[in-house]
């Protein structure tokens, strides 16, 4: 990030003393403050899994519905195989980068060093710091209004003459997460992430089989009948709609801070994110594809952009009240553990501007400045939430300007320039293919969340009760 004052966390050393130290972290005393407390190397490979687990399979799954009704039956099920498989395929290229950059001496800690080292400064200091940035923060705004909207649905269902607002709730789970940002390391979520996984399991559970019970039940369903055709009144219509899908479905898959996760690993790194990408992924095929399928099946083109929302019909709820209420519950507490895990990228920022890396961690001098600017921070992002209360418009487009570039296309560039594939090899002809294809979907996608955005714009209003 520019002005941040940030040190370079690489290990700058010779042929011969690269070798020798070639797996252990950059030297403390080269940190700044932001790597040296926030991004320590403590970590294993199983809770890089939870970390992996929690940024990744998270609330925004609950739209995969929504994302397979604009793209259809076909359409959606390659978008969730192709996603998973290309995400997969480019973390794990990220890792091994990483791990080759530790190997040589230069083990980099936060995605901006990489493009440092890779693509140049500018690079690292003008695109890759502030998209990130913007991806993470972002994702904390959507968390923190999607709370907020779990919140008022549990209110709503438990008294539906209730005048309390959307905002009220936006506030009042923005105050919870004041508390949790004040945690000091992303390592030090490591159990907080493990129930994190627990609960993305259970709530993905009730969703399917609240799903599966609505859509078999005739009684229970809403009087119209199920429809799977794309909606749109026009050919264009439906192309735009098929690009915000896929920018949802790059959202859901996203992840953006695979770097600052494998440098919460301890020396050596070498395997241990590849253990930990196969317990997430294999979440990751328990819950994307159970909820986006059965949802789309239960609801065909009426679901909406969170299936939550489809399970209540007309202030009726269609499973028992204590079953929705539960997977509400679910849902809101793991929205709290990946918001905490996408300020982490922040609290590093603000750790490196404020903190002094020679006063100890929990030093007066340290302490106080981390709570000021966290607790600013949260506070920021919950006064958007509540003044832009659009969770499906901002989650298209995070995705389609923040997590596609991150997750889909930096990843097999950096490979490429790292290691130098022969321009012969299915590796770099692959790379390249997804680098290309990958760029022109996220530039559509782009075009498509932002026209979205304005075909919506008639209904937005500051702090309005959605």
Same mark, same amino acid.
Request: glycine share 8%.
């Given at each position: 990030?520019?002005g941040?004052?940030?040190?370079?966390?690489?290990?700058h050393?010779?042929?011969?003393?690269?070798?020798?130290?070639?797996?252990d972290?950059?030297q403390?005393?080269?940190?700044?403050?932001?790597a040296l407390?926030v991004l320590?190397?403590k970590g294993s490979?199983v809770h890089?899994?939870?970390h992996l687990?929690?940024?990744?399979?998270?609330p925004?799954?609950?739209?995969?519905?929504?994302?397979?009704?604009?793209?259809?039956?076909?359409g959606?099920?390659?978008?969730?195989?192709v996603?998973?498989l290309v995400?997969?395929?480019?973390?794990?290229?990220?890792?091994?980068?990483?791990?080759?950059?530790?190997?040589?001496?230069?083990?980099?800690l936060?995605?901006?060093?990489?493009?440092?080292?890779?693509?140049g400064?500018?690079?690292?200091?003008?695109y890759?710091?502030p998209?990130?940035?913007?991806?993470?923060?972002?994702?904390?705004?959507?968390?923190?209004l999607l709370?907020?909207?779990?919140?008022?649905?549990?209110?709503?269902?438990s008294k539906?003459?209730?005048?309390?607002?959307?905002y009220?709730?936006?506030t009042?789970?923005g105050c919870?997460m004041?508390i949790?940002?004040?945690?000091p390391?992303?390592?030090?979520?490591?159990?907080?992430?493990?129930?994190?996984?627990?609960?993305?399991?259970?709530?993905?559970?009730?969703?399917?089989?609240?799903?599966?019970?609505?859509?078999s039940s005739?009684?229970?369903?809403?009087?119209?009948p199920?429809e799977?055709?794309?909606?749109?009144?026009?050919?264009?219509?439906?192309?735009f709609?098929?690009f915000?899908?896929?920018a949802?479905?790059?959202?859901?898959y996203g992840?953006?801070?695979?770097?600052e996760?494998?440098?919460?690993v301890?020396?050596?790194?070498?395997g241990?994110?590849?253990?930990?990408l196969?317990?997430c992924?294999a979440?990751?095929?328990?819950?994307?594809?159970?909820?986006?399928?059965s949802g789309?099946?239960a609801? @065909?083109?009426? *679901? /909406?952009?969170?299936?939550?929302?489809?399970? $209540?019909? &007309?202030?009726? !709820?269609? =499973?028992?009240?204590w079953?929705?209420?539960m997977?509400?519950?679910?849902?809101?507490l793991?929205?709290?553990?990946v918001?905490?895990v996408?300020?982490?990228?922040t609290?590093e920022?603000?750790? @490196?501007t404020? *903190? /002094?890396?020679r006063s100890k961690?929990f030093? $007066?001098r &340290?302490?106080? !400045?981390? =709570?000021?600017s966290?607790?600013l921070?949260?506070?920021?992002a919950t006064?958007v939430a509540?003044?832009?209360?659009?969770?499906?418009d901002?989650?298209?487009l995070?995705?389609a300007?923040?997590?596609?570039?991150?997750?889909?296309?930096?990843?097999?560039v950096f490979?490429?320039?790292?290691?130098? !594939?022969?321009?012969?090899?299915?590796v770099?002809?692959?790379?390249?293919?997804i680098?290309?294809v990958?760029?022109?979907?996220?530039?559509i996608?782009?075009?498509?969340?932002?026209?979205?955005?304005?075909?919506?714009?008639?209904?937005?209003?500051?702090?309005?009760n959605?």
């Open positions: 990030m520019a941040t004052g940030e040190t370079d966390p690489t290990l050393q010779d042929g011969g003393a690269a070798a020798a130290a070639s797996s972290p950059p403390k005393a080269e940190l700044d403050a932001g407390f320590e190397s490979w890089c899994g939870y687990t929690t940024s990744i399979v998270a925004p799954l609950l739209s995969l519905p929504f994302a397979l009704t604009l793209l259809g039956w076909a959606g099920i390659v978008s969730l195989v996603a998973a995400t997969f395929y480019s973390y794990n290229l990220l890792s091994l980068v990483l791990e080759h950059q530790a190997a040589m001496g230069r083990r980099q936060r995605f901006r060093d990489m493009a440092n080292q890779i693509l400064p500018r690079w690292g200091r003008y890759v710091g998209v990130q940035f913007m991806v993470c923060y972002g994702a904390v705004v959507a968390c923190i709370g907020g909207q779990c919140m008022k649905a549990i209110y709503v269902l539906p003459d209730g005048t309390l607002k959307l009220v709730f936006v009042i789970f919870f004041l949790l940002a004040q945690i390391s992303f390592h030090s979520l490591r159990h907080i992430n493990l129930v994190s996984l627990l609960l993305c399991l259970a709530y993905s559970a009730c969703a399917t089989a609240a799903a599966v019970h609505i859509g005739s009684s229970s369903s809403s009087s119209q199920k799977y055709s794309l909606p749109g009144d026009s050919t264009q219509d439906r192309l709609g098929i915000n899908a896929i949802i479905i790059g959202t859901t992840n953006g801070i695979i770097p996760i494998q440098a919460t301890a020396a050596p790194v070498k241990k994110m590849f253990k930990g196969c317990i992924y979440v990751i095929l328990a819950t994307f594809f159970s909820v986006g399928v789309y099946w609801f @065909g083109n009426r *679901a /909406d952009g969170l299936v939550l929302s489809n399970f $209540v019909d &007309n202030g009726r !709820p269609l =499973v028992p009240k079953f929705v209420l997977t509400n519950v679910f849902t809101i793991q929205l709290s553990a918001a905490v996408y300020l982490q990228p609290n920022v603000l750790e @490196g404020f *903190a /002094d890396p961690q030093s $007066v &340290n302490v106080v !400045p981390r =709570v000021v966290r607790s921070s949260v506070v920021v006064v509540a003044m832009l209360p659009f969770f499906g901002i989650n298209a995070i995705g300007f923040g997590f596609i570039p991150l997750d889909f296309i930096l990843p097999v490979y490429n320039l790292t290691f130098k !594939p022969s321009k012969r090899s299915i770099f002809w692959l790379n390249s293919t680098a290309i990958f760029s022109a979907i996220g530039a996608s782009a075009v498509a969340a932002v026209r979205q955005m304005s075909l919506d714009a008639k209904t937005y209003r500051l702090f309005a959605v």
